[in-house]
């Protein structure tokens, strides 16, 4: 049978040592119970899921009272309710943010207006002013912020 060479066998600077292998187990099991107890029973990361959804809770709230008239003024929020609502589009599933909570928020202080989507971006198109070009240019956004002014208009 042949054998490797003995410097082959031998361990490199790479290889681990048994001895700081003991040093590290030594200095951690006297503290493993404690360190146990700590993750299973004090269960902190609790207490700092709460302190962020309170502080999420409290900026929503903040926001939506910046929104808020002054004594004998009213306010009306029209909002666009864009493509989330369209199962076939390209936007799926619920609004990212906070935008539910926010507009749930805000219609404790004002009245506000959901816009449909339908209405909002079929309204009107932007046509180039030169005669002999017959494209139509939209601008959703600026197109869809003005059709839903016209709406909010119309409702009051």
């Not at 409290?58 to 009306?76: D, K, N, S, Y």
């Not at 029209?78 to 219609?107: C, E, H, K, Y």
């Not at 005669?131 to 208009?153: I, W």
Request: proline fraction near 6%; charge should be positive.
């Amino acid at each position: 049978m042949l054998t490797a060479p003995l410097t082959s066998r031998c361990p490199t600077h790479k290889t681990a040592s048994t001895e700081v292998l003991l040093s590290r187990v030594v200095r951690i099991v006297p503290n493993l119970r404690q360190g146990l107890a700590w993750h299973r029973d004090e269960k902190p990361f609790r207490k700092v899921r709460h302190q962020a959804y309170v502080g999420r809770e409290r900026a929503i709230t903040r926001l939506a009272e910046q929104f808020r008239a002054p004594p004998g003024m009213t306010t009306i929020v029209g909002v666009g309710n864009w493509s989330a609502q369209d199962r076939g589009g390209t936007m799926r599933g619920t609004p990212p943010g906070p935008w539910i909570r926010f507009l749930r928020r805000l219609r404790r202080y004002m009245r506000v207006h959901n816009g449909e989507e339908k209405l909002v971006n079929v309204w009107d198109t932007k046509r180039c002013v030169n005669k002999g070009c017959r494209a139509h240019v939209v601008n959703r956004d600026v197109n869809g912020a003005a059709n839903m002014l016209m709406l909010t208009k119309l409702i009051v």
